[in-house]
């Protein structure tokens, strides 16, 4: 019997490696074809809802607002506006806006939402039941305000940046008057 060289029984080894990969890559891709398909279950009347959302254009158009009014008043500010969900649907960081400014905004977009009431509001509710700044997310400071419709919450606008929670709220009050228009 003859001996290999070394490097043929590498080029051998390599070789029958190969085969027995494309053997099972063959046999894994002929069993991995579409299963069967499913039919769709309908769900019956009354399983659903139906919730109203601030449209992208609506979005943007109230957080330029906030931020106009703010740069109007020499005021570096960031502006949010979450959906009825909490998800930020525009962020908007003014020109110089500090860099909490922008977790901040959100943060009150998120918690006027949530309660459907401005973030001033909510920050008075503190003495009350002080436990509330725990809940993740949610900041209860002046400067959030809910949009609704039908008198739902459907969004949140949040501002940060001025030298008080009443001038960020004047601002996000501007953006949700933007909304109504």
């Known amino acids: ?5 070394g490097r043929a029984r590498i080029t051998t080894g390599a070789a029958a490696l190969a085969a027995v990969g494309a053997a099972a ?4 891709s002929a069993n991995a074809s579409a299963p069967a398909a499913v039919p769709p279950v309908a769900a019956p009347a009354g399983a659903t809802t139906t919730s109203t959302h601030l449209t992208v254009d609506a979005a943007a158009r109230a957080a330029q607002a906030a931020l106009d009014a703010a740069e109007a008043d020499g005021q570096r500010v960031t502006v949010a506006v979450v959906d009825r969900n909490g998800n930020t649907v525009v962020t908007l960081r003014g020109d110089g806006a500090g ?3 922008y977790a901040s905004a959100e943060r009150k977009a998120f918690t006027a939402v949530s309660w459907n009431a401005p973030t001033s509001e909510l920050a008075a509710r503190l003495e009350q039941t002080p436990q509330l700044k725990d809940i993740p997310g949610t900041l ?8 609704t419709a039908r008198n739902a919450p459907i969004a949140g606008i949040g501002v ?3 030298p008080s929670g ?4 004047k601002y996000a009050r501007a953006g949700a008057a933007a909304v109504a228009r």
């Open 160 to 162: 940060a940046g001025a």
């Open 1 to 5: 019997m003859k001996t290999l060289s």
């Open 140 to 147: 209860f400071l002046g400067g959030g305000v809910p949009v």
């Open 25 to 28: 890559f063959g046999t894994v």
């Open 99 to 101: 860099p909490q400014s």
């Open 166 to 169: 009443a001038m960020d709220e």
